[in-house]
């Protein structure tokens, strides 16, 4: 059973930082993308980063390039999200996804039709 256990978020005043971390499990090839997407209040759930294996460079949205840095630690299957200068905009809930197969990540862009999430952890960016 995939499981994938966030933690790091909080509450942060405009400007400073937070480092999210997911812990995925139950997947049974080393192979899997995985990222971060988030959800404000009356939004929809939108992409902000994922990784790769097969890929050299991780996927960025727009709103969050230069100020978000994805990693992932194979040894202990944990993603990172350090998310630094941030803005009252990215107040949201980030999810955590990965799949190996309905899960596309690249440079350019993603594709994801996975149904594995996390359970969410609200990140709250004070003005």
């Known amino acids: 059973e995939v499981q994938l256990v966030e933690s790091g978020g909080g509450l942060v005043q405009a400007g400073g930082s937070l480092r999210l971390s997911c812990a995925a499990s139950g997947f049974t090839r080393d192979d899997y993308a995985i990222g971060w997407f988030r959800q404000a209040p009356g939004k929809e759930r939108e992409g902000v980063s994922c990784?790769?294996?097969?890929?050299?460079?991780?996927f960025y949205s727009d709103s969050v390039k230069g100020r978000f840095t994805i990693s992932k630690d194979n040894a202990k299957n944990t993603v990172y999200l350090q998310m630094n200068s941030l803005k009252p905009e990215d107040t949201a809930v980030y999810y955590c996804?990965?799949?190996?197969?309905?899960?596309?990540?690249?440079?350019?862009?993603?594709?994801?039709?996975?149904?594995?999430w996390g359970q969410g952890t609200q990140v709250t960016v004070s003005s």
């Open positions: 996804a990965a799949d190996a197969f309905d899960f596309y990540c690249s440079e350019d862009g993603f594709r994801h039709t996975s149904d594995y």
């Open positions: 990784i790769s294996r097969s890929t050299s460079k991780p």
